[in-house]
Structures are given as structure tokens and as C-alpha cells.
């Protein structure tokens, strides 16, 4: 009988029936209080039956109890989530676009395209109504962790009474792991120190392998084996972060089940690809050499076609406008058009190469005999494809996060287009390729209230679960009902009670009546949208939304106060081309009536558009784990210390006191902070302490001591005196041993907002990429040959 057809049964009850009573043995038999004992399966974690006390004493007398075991429902199918990062609707070529993907297709071929389901338009938002099951704000994840506020609904503190998917699965009988990114920590939260209760294996996975925060380099990456560091030795292009993370994930798979056989599993597979950088293995972007040399337009329109001859979208679809700004690829000079093409093709090659490495998970599941029934969600994309790059991409994406605009040229990045993806890149391309993948629609990711924010093509495969193949749902879809559609899939009900914690309902719903039904009726009728300040509601058909910002602008597009709202109806306007505001001005007011609804019972109020200023956290108001500390002391060892809970030694003076023991001509750093693409080192050489400032990847100032320390004990401080006026501005560094001044120099422009998202401060090496590349070749090289006893970072008070 196939699973689904199950359902109808003991599958959908709330509770299940043990039967525990045993034939008696000298009347000391241990039987439970009650011979039927009741699971409930609604209350976890689900407590064994109580047994009366025994009373006789000799234990070859007595028939011990059954073992006590929490299984899954017979039958239940093992879960694959698979989120791919920062790509939009129109990217890949099921959904029309001009990136193969054949893993995706044979999935869909075999299983099912969801043309409208939704994400949040943002990274860490995205992963938290996926894994939940509820409003991101619901979760107090209103935008990504490394810019939460003090605010309800955007604090980033994720709440007990709204615990991940996984968590219930994994008390069902469950095991479950997480590969790849995670994303879903408060910043403050991510040290040595923890607390780890948000972690994802206390987040509901036994297992996790991959990087915290918001992105990684994928060649040197900052990773994690549940809460322990992992060191990458490797070099150049040996290693790849999504083949380790695959192979990390089929090696699990493979093991769990052959210690357990009938026990399913929950894989959930987040790639860091293909979000900033966009690294790819030089054989993947040569595949795509000269593809995309006619340029975005003829790119869009070209993929506008293809989504209609797919049926991916109506046929009756008008292609919504290009945004103003983006310059038209006709009008382009030749060497953008250069640039520019060598941007798409790396990240063409970093999506397909991702999606080859997913395929091998598959084939692994499927060589173990598990692909029938293991329920599969691929969706492609955790918001529409990124603009952040800005107008004209970046070769170090540090930049752009540090809102400079000017520091690199189309020329400056000409020179280094061979390099573009490799390991001497952290790069971004134009926001006009982000258009031009979230066909057929108008804006990108973080604007939350167009559908190329939000809009992203989703595959379901489960042979066993149901019967279509190779067809397509146009349900309203959205992410918060990927978590009750597993437990739906799996004949469990939703929890109310989790570790004593009366849980909040979840808001999506299952969506496998339409997987079963292609002419059902939607269920998730009523959905709202909000991302610093672009906002939307969805209900019935009907669209109201505000553009308040635009991604490669600092200043948002009015004031909240000012903002104009617009009304679309997606039943007839699939690509929300049509404003009808003024036509139906009833129809709006009754909606932005119905959004404000929806935001107070979601805490979406107040709205934040502050974008740059909320890296910071004085200024956000969310917790520091430094707090007013203007000074804190580290020792030989103390490495991986994220940006957000170390100092924030940015647009400020500062002074570093190192007490070392020597032996004579030393060598190594000393303590640094971030990377190859921005950071600072203080580090010895032939003896002379050193250190090195790198602005942003583009310009590296170095000062040197004139002498050299002998043997012994010594103490090396570097001073640096800040100009002040402003952000970013220069200074004055002088470096003294044992108190005498022995080098001076000044550092003309420094970083403003942030050093690196996953680069570390790091005390006798410096782990992943080099701030001081021109000096060290790689982690092992930077390690000090001395001792380091002591080292204290020192800031002024800030007023």
C-alpha cells in the first residue's frame, strides 16, 4: 500500500496505542499502570509508562519490562529540505532560465513545480519561517541576525514556544542534521562562550556541519562540527566547501542508516551557493564562457520566453518593467559588457556545480534504496537573486557591504577578471543580473514587497507520497508551510507542548492537498511581507504593496510616513505589471487595513528601515557581548572570535599590548582581525614586530619596527591614534617595544561597518584567509614562534 494512501488512518490521530501488557511470570511480571497506555504525541518529549514498584527480591524472578521507544509513524517517509541561497525565480532552467540544473529537472520531471510559493525576500527570515513553520517576525527574526534590534519581532532572539520542525521529528524517532548554513543565531550568541540553546543542535539537529553566520568563504571557509571549530587544510582550489558539505551529508546518511535502518531521517541541506562570494571551480565557469555575452536584456527576454513555453506562467503574462538605474546593456561600454559577462558565468557555474554536488546526495539516497520514500522540498532560492552587488559588481562584495561606492572601478575589477570565483575573489556581480534571474518581475531580493523578492521556483519529489509527475501547482505557496507540510508527510501532529513549553501555532499549513490535487483550492489565502521597510500583503488573489527602498540605494525611496501603496491582481497580472490602485481605491484601503492586522499580531511594528548603521550595535540597539567593556585581554590559543562579540575597534583609536616570550629572530602573528579581503594584524617578522592595515582588499599599509626583539621577554604595542570626523577616516599607528617608540606610520583610509561576516579575531595565527597576505601563505604559516602570555585590545570610551 503507498504511504499516502495511509493517511486516512491511524496516521492523522493525535495519539497512538501501545500495548505493553505481558503474560505474567510468578505474579512479579512488571506491567505498566494502565495495560493500554496512551501516547500522545502532541506533548513532548513523550514520557515512558510508569511501572508499579517490585517487591520481589530476586530478579531471575521477574520479567523485566518491554525497552521503551519512541518511533516514527510505520511507514513515515525520511525529509530532505534543500534551500539554495540568493537565486531568484527565473535562474535556473526548469523555471526558464539559462543555468542548467539537472538535479532540479530530474526532480520535477519526476515530481512536482510549484510556480507561486514564496520566501521572505531575506537570508536568515527565510530559514526561520521555513524551519518553524511560522511569520518570521512571529520568531523575532524580522531580517538577518548581523542586523537585529532591540525591537519584538526583529530582536533575533529566537523564542522557546516557536521551536524548528526538526525538533519535533527528532522526538518522533527521528534523526536529523543540518548541512551547510545555518544563519539562524543571534550574533552575540555565536562565541566561545555561547549560549549554545540556538544552536542548530539544540535547534532540533543531531548533527551539523557547516558555517554559522550569513556567508563563508567556500574555499577557506569558517566552519563548525556541531559547536567545535573545523580546521581546513587546503590550498588554492583543493578544496570546496559545498563538495565537503555533500560529502559530510552522504556520509551521514549513509551511516545512520546502516546503523538503523528503520529509523527515517531529516537531511536539511543549505549551501552557502550561490550567495556572495560567488566561488566555483574554474571548470564550472569556463562551461559558461561566452553565454551571456549579448547581455541581461536579451537575457531576460530570452528567459520571459521560455517561462511562457514551459508553462511556468501564464500565457497572458506582460513582463513587469526593468527598474530605473540599471543602465540598458546596448548602452554599455565594452569593457562592462566584458566585466559584466564574466560575472554572470562565475555565478552560472558556482549554481550548476552546487547543484551537480545536491545531485550526488541524491544518487546516495538513491543507492541506499531510500529515494522512493523520502519526501524532497529543492527550493530554488531563500529570497530573489541579489542585487546587493550594486551597479556595477564587485571583485571583494567587503566592499559594497561597507557602502563604498567608489573604491572600485569597472577598470580596477578588468584586471583581475581572471581571477574572478577563485580564491584570490570575494565577488559579487551587477544588480542587473539579479533582474535579469527574477523574470518576470521588476525588483530583487530585500524588497519584499514584489514577487522578485519573494518569488521562488520550488520542486517536491516523493514517489511513494504521490502519484503526478511532471506537472505543475500554482497554489499560493509560501515557506512557513514547508514545517507543517513534513509533519503532515510524516502522520505527525503539530506539537503543542515542547520541553515544558506550551508551544505558539504554526502559521502555514501543508500543502500536499495540492501536490495530490492540482485543482484544489488554495489554503493559504492571507499572507503578509515586510523587509526594512518594503512590505506587502497578500490575500485572495490581490496584492497591496509599498517599494520604500531599492537594494543598491542607501536612502530608501520616501519616508514610511510618505510611502504610496500600490494594488495588483496576481490572479490576472502574474508578473505584477498592472497597478490598479486607483481603479479599485476600496480594494486597497481594505487591504492596508488587513496588513496593519496582520503586522500587529506579528510584531512587525515598528518598522526599521536602517540598513548600514544597524551593523552596528550601539546603534541598533540589540545586545553587545562586549557591552561598555573598552578593553579585553587574550591569550595563545583564543582564535575563530567573531566580529560581533569582540571589540569594535572601528572608527575609533586603539592600542594593543602584547607581553610575549621570544626566541630570537620570531616570527607569526600575534593577534589579527578578518582576512585576505579586510582586516588588521599585528604580527612579527625577522624578529620586528609589524603591523599591517588592509583597507578593504584594495590597499594594504604596512609599518615595520627598526629593530629587531632578541630572546626573552618582551612587551610589543601598537598605538593607533584616529583622526576623527567621520567613519572610515585614517590615522597615526606607532609601535613601541618594552616602551620605547621603534616605528611610526600612517594608515590614510580604514573600514567603516564591518571587517568580514565570517573572518575571525585570532591570537598566534591567523585562521582561514591572510590580512597579511603579502607576508603569510596560509594559517600554518601565520602561526607565532614565541609564547604569547597576554594581549589586551584597548578602545577609548565612546561617548
Known amino acids: 500500500m503507498k504511504l499516502h494512501n495511509l493517511f486516512t488512518g491511524v496516521f492523522l490521530l493525535t495519539t497512538m496505542t501501545l500495548c505493553v501488557g505481558q503474560e505474567k511470570k510468578n505474579d512479579q511480571s512488571l506491567k505498566p499502570s494502565t495495560v493500554n497506555e496512551t501516547i500522545d504525541r502532541t506533548i513532548l518529549p513523550i514520557q515512558p509508562p510508569k511501572y508499579p514498584a517490585v517487591s520481589e527480591l530476586d530478579a531471575r524472578k521477574v520479567t523485566a519490562p518491554p525497552k521503551f521507544e519512541v518511533k516514527a509513524p510505520e511507514g513515515a517517509p525520511n525529509v530532505v529540505v534543500i534551500l539554495i541561497d540568493d537565486i531568484g525565480f527565473s535562474a535556473s532552467e526548469p523555471f526558464g532560465g539559462a543555468i542548467e540544473t539537472p538535479t532540479f529537472e530530474t526532480l520535477a520531471d519526476n515530481g512536482l513545480k510549484f510556480n507561486r510559493f514564496h520566501s521572505t525576500a531575506l537570508c536568515s527570515p527565510t530559514r526561520a519561517g521555513?524551519?518553524?513553520?511560522?511569520?518570521?517576525?512571529?520568531?523575532?527574526?524580522?531580517?538577518?541576525?548581523?542586523?537585529?534590534?532591540?525591537?519584538?519581532?526583529?530582536?533575533?532572539?529566537?523564542?522557546?514556544?516557536?521551536?524548528y520542525v526538526a525538533e519535533t521529528l527528532r522526538q518522533n524517532g527521528y534523526n536529523t542534521a543540518a548541512f551547510g548554513k545555518w544563519h539562524e543565531t543571534a550574533p552575540w550568541e555565536t562565541s566561545v562562550s555561547g549560549p549554545f540553546f540556538?544552536?542548530?543542535?539544540?535547534?532540533?539537529?543531531?548533527?551539523?556541519?557547516?558555517?554559522?553566520?550569513?556567508?563563508?568563504?567556500?574555499?577557506?571557509?569558517?566552519?563548525?562540527?556541531?559547536?567545535?571549530?573545523?580546521?581546513?587544510?587546503?590550498?588554492?582550489?583543493?578544496?570546496h566547501f559545498t563538495e565537503d558539505m555533500t560529502n559530510q551529508?552522504?556520509?551521514?546518511?549513509?551511516?545512520?542508516?546502516?546503523?538503523?535502518?528503520?529509523?527515517?531521517?531529516?537531511?536539511?541541506?543549505?549551501?552557502?551557493?550561490?550567495?556572495?562570494?560567488?566561488?566555483?571551480?574554474?571548470?564550472?565557469?569556463?562551461?559558461?564562457?561566452?553565454?551571456?555575452?549579448?547581455?541581461?536584456?536579451?537575457?531576460?527576454?530570452?528567459?520571459?520566453?521560455?517561462?511562457?513555453?514551459?508553462?511556468?506562467?501564464?500565457?497572458?503574462?506582460?513582463?513587469?518593467?526593468?527598474?530605473?538605474?540599471?543602465?540598458?546593456?546596448?548602452?554599455?561600454?565594452?569593457?562592462?559588457?566584458?566585466?559584466?559577462?564574466?560575472?554572470?558565468?562565475?555565478?552560472?557555474?558556482?549554481?550548476?556545480?552546487t547543484d551537480y554536488e545536491i545531485g550526488r546526495m541524491i544518487n546516495a539516497i538513491d543507492?541506499?534504496?531510500?529515494?522512493?520514500?523520502?519526501?524532497?522540498?529543492?527550493?530554488?532560492?531563500?529570497?530573489?537573486?541579489?542585487?546587493?552587488?550594486?551597479?556595477?559588481?564587485?571583485?571583494?562584495e567587503m566592499v559594497s557591504l561597507n557602502a563604498n561606492r567608489t573604491a572600485e572601478t569597472v577598470d580596477s575589477m578588468l584586471e583581475y577578471a581572471d581571477e574572478w570565483g577563485g580564491p584570490n575573489s570575494f565577488p559579487h556581480f551587477t544588480a542587473a543580473w539579479a533582474v535579469a534571474t527574477d523574470v518576470p518581475f521588476t525588483w530583487t531580493k530585500q524588497v519584499a514587497g514584489d514577487f522578485g523578492g519573494t518569488r521562488n521556483g520550488m520542486v517536491m519529489h516523493w514517489p511513494n507520497g504521490f502519484e503526478a509527475k511532471g506537472e505543475i501547482r500554482s497554489q499560493f505557496t509560501h515557506v512557513n508551510d514547508v514545517a507543517p507540510t513534513i509533519l503532515d508527510a510524516a502522520g505527525l501532529p503539530e506539537a503543542k507542548i515542547i520541553n515544558g513549553v506550551e508551544q505558539k501555532p504554526?502559521?502555514?499549513?501543508?500543502?500536499?492537498?495540492?501536490?495530490?490535487?492540482?485543482?484544489?483550492?488554495?489554503?493559504?489565502?492571507?499572507?503578509?511581507?515586510?523587509?526594512?521597510?518594503?512590505?506587502?500583503?497578500y490575500h485572495q488573489g490581490w496584492l497591496a504593496r509599498v517599494i520604500h527602498s531599492v537594494p543598491w540605494e542607501v536612502a530608501p525611496v520616501a519616508t514610511l510616513q510618505n510611502d504610496v501603496w500600490e494594488l495588483y491582481n496576481t490572479d490576472e497580472d502574474f508578473a505584477l505589471a498592472n497597478n490598479l490602485a486607483d481603479q479599485y481605491p476600496e480594494k486597497l484601503e481594505e487591504l492596508k487595513k488587513l496588513f496593519d492586522k496582520e503586522a500587529m499580531e506579528?510584531?512587525?511594528?515598528?518598522?526599521?528601515?536602517?540598513?548600514?548603521?544597524?551593523?552596528?550595535?550601539?546603534?541598533?540597539?540589540?545586545?553587545?557581548?562586549?557591552?561598555?567593556?573598552?578593553?579585553?585581554?587574550?591569550?595563545?590559543?583564543?582564535?575563530?572570535?567573531?566580529?560581533?562579540?569582540?571589540?569594535?575597534?572601528?572608527?575609533t583609536s586603539k592600542t594593543i599590548t602584547a607581553n610575549l616570550d621570544l626566541k630570537g629572530n620570531d616570527r607569526g602573528v600575534i593577534i589579527c582581525q578578518g582576512g585576505q579581503f579586510g582586516g588588521w594584524s599585528l604580527y612579527m617578522n625577522d624578529g620586528k614586530p609589524t603591523y599591517t592595515y588592509n583597507w578593504l582588499g584594495l590597499e594594504s599599509t604596512?609599518?615595520?619596527?627598526?629593530?629587531?626583539?632578541?630572546?626573552?621577554?618582551?612587551?610589543?604595542?601598537?598605538?593607533?591614534?584616529?583622526?576623527?570626523?567621520?567613519?572610515?577616516?585614517?590615522?597615526?599607528?606607532?609601535?613601541y617595544i618594552n616602551g620605547e617608540q621603534v616605528g611610526q606610520g600612517r594608515i590614510e583610509d580604514t573600514t567603516p561597518l564591518l571587517f568580514s561576516l565570517d573572518e575571525t579575531v585570532d591570537v598566534g595565527r591567523d585562521d582561514a584567509t591572510q590580512v597579511a597576505y603579502k607576508e603569510f601563505k596560509n594559517t600554518k604559516d601565520s602561526d607565532f614562534t614565541g609564547v604569547i602570555n597576554a594581549v589586551t585590545v584597548t578602545i577609548p570610551e565612546r561617548k
Do not use: C
Open 130 to 163: 521555513l524551519l518553524s513553520g511560522r511569520n518570521h517576525h512571529n520568531v523575532n527574526v524580522g531580517s538577518v541576525m548581523e542586523v537585529a534590534t532591540a525591537n519584538h519581532g526583529n530582536n533575533g532572539f529566537r523564542p522557546d514556544d516557536a521551536k
Open 367 to 396: 543507492e541506499i534504496g531510500e529515494l522512493d520514500n523520502t519526501l524532497i522540498v529543492y527550493i530554488m532560492g531563500d529570497n530573489g537573486s541579489s542585487a546587493e552587488g550594486g551597479l556595477i559588481g564587485t571583485f571583494n
Open 506 to 537: 504554526m502559521d502555514g499549513q501543508s500543502f500536499l492537498y495540492a501536490a495530490r490535487d492540482a485543482g484544489a483550492q488554495e489554503k493559504h489565502d492571507t499572507q503578509y511581507f515586510e523587509m526594512f521597510g518594503n512590505r506587502a500583503i
Open 702 to 735: 604596512t609599518i615595520t619596527s627598526k629593530k629587531s626583539i632578541p630572546a626573552g621577554s618582551a612587551e610589543v604595542k601598537m598605538q593607533f591614534d584616529y583622526d576623527g570626523g567621520g567613519n572610515g577616516k585614517g590615522g597615526l599607528v606607532r609601535l
Open 602 to 651: 506579528n510584531n512587525v511594528y515598528p518598522l526599521d528601515d536602517r540598513k548600514y548603521e544597524r551593523f552596528n550595535a550601539a546603534i541598533a540597539g540589540r545586545p553587545d557581548l562586549m557591552g561598555d567593556r573598552t578593553s579585553i585581554t587574550l591569550a595563545d590559543g583564543m582564535t575563530g572570535i567573531t566580529e560581533n562579540t569582540f571589540l569594535n575597534v572601528k572608527n
Open 249 to 353: 551529508a552522504i556520509k551521514w546518511v549513509k551511516f545512520q542508516k546502516a546503523m538503523t535502518p528503520d529509523k527515517p531521517f531529516m537531511v536539511y541541506y543549505a549551501p552557502g551557493a550561490v550567495h556572495a562570494p560567488h566561488h566555483a571551480p574554474k571548470e564550472w565557469i569556463e562551461k559558461y564562457k561566452g553565454q551571456f555575452d549579448e547581455g541581461y536584456d536579451v537575457l531576460r527576454q530570452e528567459t520571459f520566453e521560455r517561462q511562457k513555453a514551459l508553462g511556468v506562467i501564464p500565457q497572458n503574462t506582460k513582463i513587469a518593467p526593468k527598474p530605473e538605474g540599471l543602465t540598458d546593456w546596448d548602452k554599455l561600454s565594452d569593457e562592462e559588457k566584458k566585466l559584466f559577462a564574466v560575472q554572470m558565468e562565475t555565478y552560472a557555474g558556482f549554481m550548476e556545480h
Open 198 to 239: 540556538r544552536w542548530p543542535t539544540n535547534s532540533g539537529f543531531d548533527k551539523f556541519y557547516g558555517f554559522i553566520g550569513g556567508e563563508t568563504n567556500m574555499w577557506n571557509p569558517t566552519i563548525y562540527d556541531g559547536s567545535v571549530r573545523v580546521e581546513v587544510e587546503a590550498e588554492g582550489e583543493e578544496y
